[in-house]
């Protein structure tokens, strides 16, 4: 049995994986194009790749022997899934390792782009202390209105951690949940608009999908309070960015934490040049635990597959 592996992975899977076939991999780090991937795959019975890697139709032709694709990350909007399933590869994902701590930087984002850490930050550095006066005032996160889009997993999480600052919480979601268990959660159901105009803080916790696309716009951000802060820990394509840089010019919300972006690792020059959006580099899962236990599980699929059994996390 033959893998190849995309990317850096940890020491000890990387041992785990060699035990059990012979395996190409990219501890380098530079990322392979499509040719270069291509040529990696001839021959491979599984692919070990990150979300970052584009495994198209024109990947897939140059690997005929390709039983798997592990991602290692919950979302796969990289993985030509339809394709993948024509050719009868089997898709697999890592939910369930990730929901903590993509629900601590949510949380991290909501209080940085709240109490302008990234400014402060800057004034520090630029030694303007005596000058931090002229820092605009911050807005507090305890006891305000916070409204969650995206009530999976992670949403569940952020609510947890919601509720250790005294918030009302509210969420939207495809599904609403029982009663039971929205009282357990301490939340409230609320439609998609009403959640806009009444809350202080909005998250966004929605996969990245052809109905989500710009989910979020002019037109629900004309919704939003002037006060409100806007967070995306979901995928950048939820978010139109150049209307989202316009109501933070405007005026029109207060201010943004984004880690995900529509073209990243290209951002927007109009929200790079804006003081009140603090911006991070897709980092929702980039905890060393965290990201341990999402390569373990990939491989965990992957070796499950070669092995003829049915994996973990199948992707439908």
């Avoid at 190849?4 to 899977?13: L, S, Y």
């Avoid at 795959?41 to 140059?62: C, E, K, N, R, Y």
């Avoid at 993985?79 to 903590?100: L, Q, S």
């Avoid at 601590?104 to 209080?111: E, K, P």
Wanted: with cysteine; aromatic share 4%; charged share 20%.
């Amino acid at each position: 049995m033959k893998i190849t592996i995309t990317r850096p992975i940890f020491p000890d899977i990387l041992r785990m994986l060699r035990e059990k076939a012979e395996v190409t991999d990219n501890q380098a780090g530079a990322a392979w194009d499509t040719t270069a991937l291509g040529a990696r795959l001839h021959g491979a019975d599984a692919l070990l790749a990150t979300p970052i890697d584009p495994i198209d139709a024109t990947v897939l032709a140059a690997a005929p022997r390709l039983k798997v694709v592990a991602n290692i990350g919950v979302g796969y909007d990289n993985i030509d899934t339809v394709a993948c399933k024509a050719r009868g590869v089997i898709v697999t994902n890592t939910p369930g390792v990730v929901d903590d701590a993509t629900a601590d930087l949510a949380f991290s984002l909501m209080l940085a782009a709240a109490r302008r850490v990234a400014e402060g930050d800057r004034f520090v550095r630029e030694r303007r202390w005596n000058e931090s006066t002229q820092l605009p005032f911050g807005l507090d996160v305890h006891h305000k209105a916070l409204g969650i889009i995206g009530f999976g997993r992670i949403g569940k999480a952020i609510a947890r951690r919601a509720r250790g600052f005294d918030m009302t919480i509210t969420y939207n979601n495809r599904r609403r949940l029982a009663a039971e268990e929205e009282q357990g959660l301490g939340v409230t159901y609320a439609d998609f608009d009403t959640l806009l105009v009444n809350s202080d803080f909005v998250v966004l916790q929605v996969p990245g999908t052809q109905d989500t696309r710009h989910l979020i716009g002019g037109r629900e951000l004309e919704k939003m309070k002037p006060t409100a802060v806007l967070v995306n820990t979901a995928r950048g394509g939820v978010v139109d960015e150049e209307a989202l840089a316009a109501a933070l010019a405007g005026g029109t919300i207060a201010a943004a934490g984004l880690d995900v972006f529509e073209g990243e690792p290209a951002v927007s020059e109009s929200l790079l040049a804006l003081p009140n959006v603090v911006l991070a580099p897709h980092i929702g899962t980039a905890t060393l635990e965290t990201r341990h236990a999402m390569v373990m599980v990939a491989a965990r699929n992957l070796l499950a597959v070669l092995a003829g059994d049915s994996p973990l996390n199948p992707v439908d």
